[in-house]
């Protein structure tokens, strides 16, 4: 690729492809949070105020922002993705996120659910990079390009005309996911599909946690089950989730039974029985110890974070 086009591809979004962003939501959000669309594996973000330092999960996907500020904590690290990037959250990982907006500069941003078969279509067809030297992150903050901005205005675009979304709305959902899957953090996403990897396997292993986290967990079936050792399978596991299988597991149990309690489908034991607890003082001291809050505290308040 001649160097000035390779520039051009990957020069940072200009302002301008942001404010048409920004425009375009607007008129879309009726609410803060996670708001669904038309568009299947597509929702808007909105938060008109500043959000502390908050235990969560995000489904893999991409979540570009284009105006206002995030701090994602993973383990040790610091990850900023405000306006001008998109997260890639290529495995679900329980970390912590820190909203900063205002009234007057909402953040507003828009999530793109990963379809794992449009990936692997995209994978035959788009180079891999040859630059990368260093392994996959499952979690890491992208600088938006003005290809990929440009991907995301036609995709909400499509928001706006029915006839557009049902026509050519997979379209753009592959436009966004093929910029995405040649940014730098491709990687981290092509070997999502190679199951020989160890990444590949330890994302084979979360999907199954995510499926059946309220059932007992055997470390060593689960292994097993992606085809390797026990002790391989927790130094590997640990490496890219940043927490042991169990850890991992009470993470998911606890954010899901807070979904439930904030959206007041199920009470407090109700939630704790529905995500696996057998025990409800167990699950409140848990439950304590990772929201800082007893359990109850939570069905007065709505969960604008939970995925």
Known sequence: MPDALHDTL???????????????????????????????????MAFHGSHPRTPLVYEPGLFIVAQGEKTGYLGERTIHYGAGHYLVQ?????????????????????????DMIMLGELSQVVPRATNTTSPPRPM????????????????????????????LGRQRIREVLFEA????????????????????????????LHQDYAQPLSVETLAEKVNMSPSAFHHHFKRFTHLSPLQYQK?????????????????????????????????????????????????????????
């Open 10 to 44: 990957h020069a940072p979004a200009t302002d301008a492809l942001q404010q048409r962003m920004c425009k375009l939501m607007t008129p879309l959000i009726d609410r803060d949070g996670y708001i669904p669309t038309r568009m299947e594996g597509v929702r808007l």
């Open 140 to 167: 890491a903050a992208v600088s938006l390009t003005d290809a990929m901005s440009r991907g995301v205005v036609h995709l909400l675009e499509c928001l706006h005309d029915e006839v557009m979304c049902r026509a």
């Open 181 to 208: 899957l040649r940014g730098p953090q491709g990687e981290s996403l092509r070997q999502l599909l190679q199951q020989h990897t160890h990444y590949g396997r330890i994302g084979l292993a979360l999907e199954t």
């Open 251 to 307: 993470r998911i149990r606890l954010l899901r039974a807070r979904a439930m309690i904030a959206a007041r489908t199920h009470n407090v034991s109700s939630a704790a029985s529905a995500v696996g607890y057998q025990s409800a003082s167990q699950f409140s001291r848990e439950y304590k110890r990772y929201f800082g809050r007893q359990p109850v505290g939570d069905q007065r308040l709505e969960s604008h974070e939970s995925e």
């Open 90 to 114: 290529a495995m679900p990982l329980p970390f912590e996120c820190e909203t900063r907006a205002t009234p007057q500069a909402p953040m507003l941003g828009v999530s793109v659910s990963i």
